[in-house]
Antibody
């Protein structure tokens, strides 16, 4: 059974950094592109970016490119999202997803940016 | 960026009714269009990929179609378990973009 489990969220202050993780199981992690998507409290979905199966290539939403970094550790079947200089508008539920069709999603992890 | 204009924003329908949701792409995206259902308190789930292909385990009352740059999701006979928010997503070119969502409720 394919499982994606995100962690690392919580309450953070504006300007801080945060690293989210997504542990994958039930499939060969190193065979798939992976993505991060976020959903605002108002239910707007926003694509953050994706990473090639071997970690050699990444794409980002232009508005987030300078503050967010996606990486992966195929040996640990883990996807990461490094968030820096977070802002109130980064408050959202963050999901990791698998492959180009986004055929599997994690349960999501909430990030709240507030002082 | 490619814009995805999804309509309607909300929809109230009766059981067994036919429901149609549309997404208009701002440019050609071929068949790089997927549909997702998000039930209350849950993660989104893939319904349709490649504009018209039904994802594994999705009931056959769901179908997708394409006419040029307009894409449609049809639910042939609405069931209680279909209530939720529906999103389209284009994955033709980065940044991938979602529609604003359609909230489907029972009348």
């Amino acid at each position: 059974e394919v499982q994606l489990v995100e962690s690392g969220g919580g309450l953070v202050q504006p300007g801080a950094s945060l690293k989210l993780s997504c542990v994958a199981s039930g499939f060969t992690f190193s065979d798939y592109w992976m993505s991060w998507v976020r959903q605002t409290p108002g239910k707007t979905m926003e694509w953050i970016g994706d990473i090639k199966y071997d970690g050699s290539y990444t794409n980002y939403a232009p508005s987030l490119k300078n503050r967010f970094t996606i990486s992966r550790d195929n040996a640990k079947s883990t996807l990461y999202l490094q968030m820096s200089n977070v802002r109130s508008e980064d408050t959202a539920t963050y999901y990791c997803t698998r492959d180009g069709e986004y055929s599997y999603w994690g349960q999501g992890v909430m990030v709240t940016v507030s002082s | 960026d490619i814009q995805m204009t999804q309509s309607p924003a909300s929809l109230s329908a009766s059981l067994e009714e036919i429901v149609t949701i549309t997404c208009q792409a701002s440019q050609d995206i071929g068949n790089w269009l997927s549909w997702y259902q998000q039930k209350p308190g849950k993660s989104p789930q893939l319904l349709i990929y490649g504009a018209t292909s039904l994802a594994d385990g999705v009931p056959s009352r769901f179908s997708g179609s394409r006419s040029g740059t307009q894409y449609s999701l049809k639910i042939s006979r609405l069931q209680v378990e279909d209530i939720g928010i529906y999103y389209c997503l284009q994955a033709y070119s980065a940044p991938n973009t979602f529609g604003a969502g359609t909230k489907l409720e029972l009348k």
